[in-house]
T-cell receptor, first 112, second 110 residues
Framework: ETGVTQSPTHLIKTRGQQVTLRCSSQ?????VSWYQQALGQGPQFIFQ???????GRGNFPPRFSGLQFPNYSSELNVNALELDDSALYLC???????????FGSGTRLTVV | DAKTTQPPSMDCAEGRAANLPCNHS???????VYWYRQIHSQGPQYIIH???NNETNEMASLIITEDRKSSTLILPHATLRDTAVYYC???????????FGTGTRLQVFP
């Protein structure tokens, strides 16, 4: 079985732009979560999708939005990028909510 | 905020047991203890979880005190590849999010 794959691996954007990050969940996993990890910090929960519906959200502004597709893959969209959005963005999937999440290797976003 | 407290860093000699402590004095009765680790440039990796009984799998053992206010992750024979940041997390079984702290940076040396 394949693990969680994220694309792209690295990305550089300019302040004010919009970005879409993609995640393919592990086969059979119907729950996808997104996390933001700033340098030297632990990952911070952004939101979770379960069967295409948002199932919970962390303390992030509305310009962070997401989607989950029928095949359980997912997108994270960030509008009006700010310099502080520079971070590693991690996607995690699980067979059901909070049952041993499998993380991808992340997308390193740099906002200049 | 994270509900756990961990030492920021620890060292361990290769081949020896690594014992990583975690304090979670405010844990509630229905909350589990989860351990993840993050090797440099990778996403976090699930290790083990438990409620109140000690647990063991192919990667590690988890020892939870009787009052559940602290726990210890044991890597029985540490290798250089175990060098990573280890996160102790408490949360309900059906919670939608993992709340990470800053973890313990374990350095295994030859």
């Amino acid at each position: 079985e394949t693990g969680v794959t994220q694309s792209p691996t690295h990305l550089i954007k300019t302040r004010g732009q919009q970005v879409t990050l993609r995640c393919s969940s592990q086969s059979g996993h119907n729950t996808v979560s997104w996390y933001q990890q700033a340098l030297g910090q632990g990952p911070q929960f952004i939101f979770q999708y379960y069967r295409e519906e948002e199932n919970g959200r962390g303390n992030f502004p509305p310009r962070f939005s997401g989607l989950q597709f029928p095949n359980y893959s997912s997108e994270l969209n960030v509008n009006a990028l700010e310099l502080d959005d520079s971070a590693l963005y991690l996607c995690a999937s699980s067979l059901q909510v909070n049952y041993g999440y499998t993380f991808g290797s992340g997308t390193r976003l740099t906002v200049v | 905020d994270a509900k756990t407290t961990q030492p920021p860093s620890m060292d361990c000699a290769e081949g020896r047991a690594a014992n990583l402590p975690c304090n979670h004095s405010t844990i509630s009765g229905n909350e589990y203890v989860y351990w993840y680790r993050q090797i440099h440039s990778q996403g976090p990796q699930y290790i083990i979880h438990g409620l109140k009984n000690n647990e063991t799998n192919e990667m590690a053992s988890l020892i939870i005190t009787e009052d559940r206010k602290s726990s210890t992750l044991i890597l029985p024979h540490a290798t250089l590849r175990d060098t990573a940041v280890y996160y102790c997390i408490v949360g309900e079984y059906n919670t939608d999010k993992l709340i990470f702290g800053t973890g313990t940076r374990l350095q295994v040396f030859p």
